[in-house]
């Protein structure tokens, strides 16, 4: 599953986050383009408040269920917390997820990690970049905000985007920024975009599958639960579409 083609043929992507084997057996029989082991495992997992706590084990242990049910969709892994800090740690702990069966890693932040990017470019592995609201610095972030609201922080994340792409990253999700910012960006780059709470000009969109479900209590604006026709069959086939036709996310889920 190459994203690109996606964006180069105009087609919307479409991604979940799934933690285990079952889940990943339903989205991709449903179709589903890409499946995420988020790190949002600290949160809809563990149990915790945020996901500072997810270690690399945690994250192989993850992928190596969800890669036994994920045929044909692309399967990214995030990197967690402090586990990219330098290019030699980067490029190990990359290796272990790609080891345990993730054909594309992804982590936050942009130019402060540039040694990191470079580093996995340049042993061509896979990357998909995370910008706006960062989960792993929501401490340094005041809490869970929108990003991107002012002219200098709009500016640095386009900036950092486009430096991004220079380092041969393959996708960018944008996380929880203003729609019009989040258009831009997909305009000016080639790679694709993945938005969420990033309006619906973006090249694609995911969700959190707990969130999508109607599982997490407390959701933000941006979440949408497609359970309404009940099955989970059903409601990822609905998400599917409604990415595939523009119909999600509506000004109602967006910034
Ligand atoms: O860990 C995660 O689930 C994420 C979301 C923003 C999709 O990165």
Redesign the pocket.
């Known amino acids: 599953m190459n994203l690109q083609n996606f964006k180069d043929r105009n087609e919307k992507i479409t991604c979940l986050?799934a933690y285990d084997a079952s889940f990943a057996q339903v989205f991709d029989e449903c179709g589903i383009d890409s499946i995420?082991v988020?790190?949002?495992l600290g949160n809809v997992i563990k149990g915790d408040e945020n996901?500072l706590s997810v270690s690399i084990k945690d994250m192989i242990y993850h992928i190596q269920a969800v890669a036994k049910t994920c045929n044909k969709a692309l399967l990214i892994a995030?990197m967690p917390y402090k586990s990219y800090q330098t290019s030699e740690q980067t490029l190990k702990n990359a290796n272990l997820l790609l080891d345990a069966g993730a054909q594309m890693v992804?982590f936050e932040g942009g130019y402060e990690h540039k040694a990191s990017f470079k580093a996995l470019q340049n042993n061509s592995i896979p990357v998909c970049g995370?910008l706006g609201l960062q989960?792993q610095s929501v401490i340094e972030m005041g809490g869970y905000k929108v990003q991107g609201r002012n002219k200098n922080d709009a500016q640095r994340i386009l900036d950092d985007a486009k430096a991004l792409e220079i380092w041969g990253v393959k996708a960018i999700?944008l996380?929880c920024i203003p729609a019009s910012l989040a258009k831009q960006i997909s305009e000016q780059l080639s790679i694709p975009t993945i938005g969420?709470g990033a309006g619906v000009d973006c090249d694609g969109q995911?969700l959190?599958s707990y969130d999508m479900l109607g599982i997490t209590k407390n959701t933000t604006k941006f979440v949408k639960n497609f359970l309404s026709n009940g099955s989970i069959e059903s409601a990822t086939k609905d998400f599917i579409q409604a990415v595939k036709n523009s119909t999600f996310p509506t000004n109602k889920y967006s910034f």
């Open positions: 986050t995420l988020g790190d949002s996901t995030d992804k995370h989960p999700l996380e969420i995911v959190v």
